[in-house]
């Protein structure tokens, strides 16, 4: 930020380093210096418009951008639409990723619901509401843990919900914030979450 006695006119033009992205939800400086933007897609290729329901699609992606060098590392992950009651809508997906070397990613995808409301989109729709590899392997199931321990009923919120949201290597382990469940939760290298 400029001083506010420095002369607007000095101050840096915004610079567009992606532009084009489909619903991005985070940005992460990689090891490499290149940035990767997790994009939640935007549903089915189909219309999605009926209130009440849940679409499923895989337009959601991995978006790299490293010096001039700028596209999509990861095309087809798993994306989900919801029509609100009002015909508004809202897009779960990729929410946060990070290579893991190898040419592989593990990426965080939303969930915004139940495992029921997963089970319900069907063959693909595994992925939501987890820790997973952009490959489809399941490191960690947060929707499974909140419909098993409901972590935040002590607190009288008795409603099961899931929407995992962040994630950050502890060790071996992984810490991921699910913001729907109040919770953080330890996903260990086994599958198993505390």
Do not use: W
Request: glycine content about 16%.
């Amino acid at each position: 930020a400029a001083p506010r006695s420095a002369a607007r006119s000095h101050a840096p033009a915004a610079v567009v380093v992606a532009s084009g992205l489909h619903n991005p939800r985070d940005v992460q400086l990689q090891a490499d210096g290149s940035l990767l933007v997790a994009e939640a897609g935007s549903g089915p290729d189909t219309p999605c418009t009926t209130p009440g329901t849940r679409c499923f699609g895989f337009s959601g992606s991995l978006y790299r951008v490293k010096g001039r060098a700028r596209g999509r590392v990861v095309t087809g992950l798993p994306s989900e639409m919801g029509v609100r009651g009002d015909g508004t809508t809202a897009v779960n997906g990729a929410i946060q990723a990070e290579a893991a070397g190898g040419g592989t990613y593990r990426v965080v995808y939303g969930l915004n619901g139940t495992p029921a409301i997963r089970a319900a989109l069907g063959a693909g729709g595994e992925a939501f509401g987890t820790l997973s590899t952009a490959g489809g392997t399941v490191l960690g199931d947060l929707a499974e843990h909140e419909g098993r321990y409901d972590p935040d009923a002590v607190e009288g919120n008795n409603e099961v919900f899931s929407n995992p949201h962040h994630f950050v290597r502890d060790g071996k382990d992984f810490l991921v914030t699910d913001a729907a469940a109040n919770d953080l939760i330890r996903v260990h290298p086994d599958g198993t979450t505390t």
